[in-house]
């Protein structure tokens, strides 16, 4: 089955919405802008999903927070914010993700990067996110980059 999906950057109507979805399917809930999102509506204007392109003090670029109701899984939702986030953004850019995720993004062309050649901002989030692996036991986010 193939559902229409429209893209359009949020509004601030939006921001209920995305601070919602964001917090029940557990990311980081940090930087919340609904000016830097696009959300994903079906032909209802029912809410699918969102993303954000988020901007780090040192210039970097994130593609972050992104997320998708759990009744628009898997119906290529989070392939068309991706796609289109991808289209209207500089490079290099950057994600954080869970390593299970790593062959979904690498569909796109990101690539696990190397702490040397991460920016500043995600140099220190490598270093940050390897001390709470150890003190918490899990495998902690996996930073990949698009050049």
């Given at each position: 089955?193939?559902?229409?999906?429209?893209?359009?950057?949020?509004?601030?109507?939006?921001?209920?919405?995305?601070?919602?979805?964001?917090?029940?399917?557990?990311?980081?809930?940090?930087?919340?802008?609904?000016?830097?999102?696009?959300?994903?509506?079906?032909?209802?204007?029912?809410?699918?999903?969102?993303?954000?392109?988020?901007?780090?003090?040192?210039?970097?670029?994130?593609l972050a927070s992104l997320?998708?109701?759990?009744?628009?899984?898997?119906?290529?939702?989070?392939?068309?914010?991706?796609?289109?986030?991808?289209?209207?953004?500089?490079?290099?850019?950057?994600?954080m993700c869970r390593s299970?995720?790593?062959?979904?993004?690498?569909?796109?062309?990101?690539?696990?990067?190397?702490?040397?050649?991460?920016?500043?901002?995600?140099?220190?989030?490598?270093?940050?996110?390897?001390?709470?692996?150890?003190?918490?036991?899990?495998?902690?986010?996996?930073?990949?980059?698009?050049?």
């Amino acid at each position: 089955m193939t559902i229409d999906i429209t893209l359009h950057p949020a509004v601030e109507t939006d921001n209920h919405r995305i601070r919602d979805l964001i917090h029940r399917v557990g990311i980081n809930p940090m930087d919340l802008n609904w000016r830097h999102f696009v959300v994903a509506e079906d032909a209802y204007g029912h809410f699918m999903g969102c993303c954000q392109l988020k901007t780090h003090r040192d210039g970097s670029l994130e593609l972050a927070s992104l997320a998708v109701e759990d009744e628009y899984r898997r119906q290529g939702v989070a392939r068309a914010l991706i796609a289109h986030l991808l289209e209207h953004s500089p490079r290099p850019l950057y994600l954080m993700c869970r390593s299970a995720l790593v062959p979904f993004y690498e569909k796109f062309g990101f690539q696990v990067s190397g702490a040397e050649t991460m920016s500043p901002y995600f140099r220190r989030m490598h270093r940050l996110t390897k001390v709470l692996v150890v003190r918490k036991g899990n495998l902690g986010p996996t930073i990949m980059s698009l050049d």
